[in-house]
């Protein structure tokens, strides 16, 4: 078997935000205080050396770096200072762009220009087509949104939006999947991922295993700002003929806006933390903060804001502040949910449970079939 | 260049290093004042159960030097003494020293009746803290000078006046006060030497809390015959002998939260320790976590002999964690073989952590301005004219490099009065 070198890969991964992987002198330490570390699936040196070895395949294949939660044990005792979990967190940004055959989340993570250019346009292309595309005909007289955007069509276009988002994080899902099982990809019986289909429910809903690290308040702050977000996401994409009214207002008690009003606090509270988590460094995983980590914090910090006083200016029945906040809200929530859930940040939420998941079918497989697996491990 | 007003030269520190420096300047004509801040001199060296590069017991090189300064007048010594302050200049320093009470005069012979009517106990600071000792004390068999030494709490409590009434020779003295003194000097050699890393702050270890986790300093003392145990290795939490030793390199050392710098004994401390183990336990296994072995030059056939031994093994590989099982108190490392990319948990029944060389200096600094270096090791043997750091003052070292250098730091302070 050959090891290809890639000596670019450290250079390309500075590209993608890495600083201090150079400082390790391969104590091991960080891989022995890691509360998620196993035997079977060990990291963080593990990613220092490859990349410090330029083995771009080894790291391809790896599925380690979705099963680290940036608890920051490893840099917080890194003798050298090297950082071994903004490596981690690196290396993830570098897969998502490996996986994503368009070459949209290269470019996405290493120029900041063509980030900031990228989401103008399309928060531009929203702008403008909402201005265009709407009926003409506003209620000056109450704020009725569906007077000028009628929930039919923004609902048709939200499932347009919604399909050519799911092809393309699938896709890129997909070549995650054949990295991830290398030889086994097609040779696992489907019976495998029906049994283990649980676990990728349950992984994607509670996160547990981020629970495992020893600061357990981040793991409370990203599952409200997952969890948050998920249930807004569902409202508007999914339930918007329920969420997007006028004239009845529904009583406090209705799910829908119980579920607006917690997606509202959860998503403030943990973009609140975290942004000032980050503007003070307060933990090591806030310690290096790359421009998309910004970016995906305040789009997500705008959305919410323009959203709230939406909410207000409809109660108060102003029509004017609400079609112009509306064009607002709406010319921030798109560029983020086109770029970043298929191109970058967001893209771990479906990364992570999907590769706990290969990884518990891969394990029954091997379990089952000793033999052959240790055929498969040794090709 | 300065006058010098005086050719007496002061030594602060009665270690390796300090002891040479006083010996070579008396014997080469001058006037020295050797300071120690311990009852007794030797420093660290006296504390060891053998050292480099012989592996002699320690009381054989000073006892050597003992009787050198026992039999040359041109020495005057200072226990239980520090340095408060220094000024002037090359060959005209002004040095304030303050005496601590001993409150046992030198009419002492040793004859151990006053530690006989005594029944206050302290911790034993010679064996760190591992046993007790008596508070009307000789701090070690050998100690020199060989005299006794009252704890203040005991002088303070009820029992002094008993065991002052014990002694035959009227040596106990329980109003002796703290005393300071001045003197003229013309150059001075400091050498105070370093201390044990806290392995405390190893937050991870578990020191202080697992008592099978020692330290290496510790583990000196457990193998030596003057030692809480005998020199029998027995692990502290039932005294039973260890089957499994752990040793773990760089505990504290090299690292950027603890010490940044190696100080470079403490692979061939190890090496050392684990033939102690070998000689008494002939079927004890014994693992050396280590991040890289620096036996450099001479050294390195010492490493070659310990690698040869069946139950020695090497273990790439910097120990992350240790976890007691409570029942049993052995311990369970955490620790990855970085040369096969494996994570492992690992038992021991004890654990010795190699800790480093902090300066004493970094927290009981020189009484007048110079320069340090990062770690607090004073910058230069030259620190500043007519004054000399040397031994680990200025840098980690060995006992035959801290000989070395306290000559070297007494040819330079000879040179610096004599020169013109």
């Known amino acids: 078997m050959s090891v290809k070198v890639d000596p670019n890969v450290m250079k390309d991964l500075e590209a993608f935000g890495l600083k201090d992987a150079k400082k390790c002198y391969h104590c091991g330490n960080c891989t022995a205080i890691c509360p998620l570390s196993t035997p079977e699936n060990q990291f963080p040196r593990k990613f220092v050396r490859y990349i410090q070895l330029g083995q771009k395949d080894k790291i391809l294949q790896s599925p380690e770096p979705w099963l680290c939660y940036y608890c920051g044990d490893c840099s917080l005792k890194c003798p050298r200072g090297a950082d071994p979990g903004e490596t981690m967190m690196v290396t993830r940004r570098y897969l998502t762009s490996l996986y994503d055959w368009t070459g949209f989340a290269r470019k996405f993570y290493t120029s900041e220009r063509f980030e900031i250019m990228a989401i103008s346009i399309v928060a531009l292309l929203v702008g403008i087509g909402l201005l265009v595309f709407n009926t003409g005909k506003p209620d000056w007289q109450h704020a009725s949104l569906n007077s000028l955007w009628p929930k039919e069509n923004i609902e048709l276009a939200d499932l347009g939006m919604a399909a050519v988002l799911s092809f393309l994080l699938l896709s890129n899902v997909f070549r995650c999947f054949r990295f991830v099982m290398g030889d086994l990809a097609y040779k696992v019986p489907f019976k495998y991922y029906m049994d283990q289909a649980k676990e990728l429910i349950l992984h994607t809903v509670t996160q547990k295993r981020f629970n495992e690290c020893t600061d357990r308040k981040q793991w409370l702050v990203h599952l409200l700002i997952m969890t948050g977000y998920s249930s807004v996401f569902l409202l508007v994409v999914v ?111 479906a990364y992570r449970p999907v590769v706990l998941y290969l990884l518990k079918v891969k394990a029954q497989y091997q379990q089952e079939q000793p033999a052959e697996a240790s055929v498969a491990v040794a090709a | 260049m300065a006058k010098a007003v005086t050719q007496s030269i002061l030594v602060v520190g009665g270690g390796m290093s300090g002891l040479s420096a006083a010996i070579e300047a008396a014997e080469a004509g001058h006037e020295v004042y050797l300071v120690e801040k311990n009852p007794y001199l030797g420093g660290r060296v006296a504390q060891l159960h053998k050292y480099f590069p012989k592996l002699c ?24 003494a520090e340095v408060t302050s220094i000024s002037g200049s090359e060959g005209d320093w002004d040095v304030s020293i303050k005496l601590n009470p001993r409150y046992v005069n030198e009419k002492c012979t040793g004859c151990n009746k006053c530690s006989e009517a005594c029944t206050m106990e302290i911790d034993n600071p010679f064996n760190y803290g591992m046993d007790k000792i008596k508070a009307a004390y000789l701090p070690h068999d050998m100690a020199f000078p060989m005299r006794y030494v009252l704890d203040p709490a005991l002088v303070k409590g009820s029992e002094a006046k008993k065991v002052k009434e014990a002694c035959p020779y009227d040596a106990i003295d329980l109003d002796m006060q703290a005393q300071t003194v001045q003197l003229k000097m013309g150059a001075v050699v400091w050498a105070t030497g370093w201390k044990p890393y806290d392995a405390a702050k190893l937050d991870t270890y578990g020191f202080g809390t697992y008592p099978n986790v020692i330290t290496n300093v510790m583990m000196e003392r457990l193998a030596a015959y003057n030692g809480p145990t005998q020199g029998k290795i027995l692990r502290p939490s039932d005294g039973k002998a260890p089957e499994t030793i752990a040793f773990i390199q760089c505990a504290g050392s090299r690292d950027e939260n603890h010490l940044p710098f190696c100080s470079s004994i403490c692979c061939l401390a190890s090496l050392k320790q684990s033939t102690y183990i070998r000689e008494q336990y002939p079927d004890a296994k014994i693992t050396i976590f280590f991040i890289d072995i620096r036996a450099t030059d001479r050294l390195e056939d010492f490493y070659r002999k310990v690698k040869e031994d069946p139950n020695i093994q090497f273990f790439k590989g910097k120990v992350a964690k240790i976890e007691q099982d409570a029942a049993t108190s052995n311990l369970i490392l955490r620790v990855e073989d970085t040369t096969t990319m494996s994570l492992h948990e690992i038992p021991a029944e004890l654990v010795v952590l190699a800790t480093g060389m902090q300066p004493n200096t970094s927290e009981s600094p020189v009484p007048t301005s110079l320069a340090y270096d990062d770690y607090g090791f004073v910058a230069a043997m030259a620190a500043r004219p007519g004054l000399f750091a040397s031994g680990c003052t200025r840098t980690p070292a060995g006992v035959s490099e801290s000989v070395q250098d306290g000559t070297a730091a007494a040819l330079k302070a000879i040179q610096s009065l004599v020169r013109r």
Not at chain 1, 239 to 259: A, G, K
Not at chain 1, 283 to 307: A, C, E, R, V
Request: aromatic content about 18%; glycine content about 4%; charged content about 15%.
């Open chain 1, 239 to 349: 339930f918007l003929r329920w969420f997007q009214r006028d004239q009845e207002i529904y009583s406090i008690w209705h799910p829908v806006r119980l579920v607006g009003y917690y997606a509202t606090f959860a998503i403030m509270y943990g973009t609140t933390y975290a942004i000032i988590g980050r503007l003070r460094k307060s933990k090591p995983p806030y310690k290096n903060s790359h421009p998309t980590d910004w970016m995906f914090l305040i789009l997500l910090q705008l959305t919410t804001m323009t959203g709230i006083f939406i909410h207000f200016t409809r109660l108060l029945d102003w029509p004017f502040a609400t079609y112009f906040l509306y064009v607002i809200h709406m010319m921030v929530a798109i560029p983020m949910l086109v770029l970043e859930v298929p191109f970058a940040k967001w893209a771990h939420l």
């Open chain 2, 57 to 80: 017991p320690p009381y054989c090189g000073l006892e050597i030097n003992f009787r050198r300064l026992k039999n040359n007048p041109k020495v005057r010594i200072f226990t239980l």
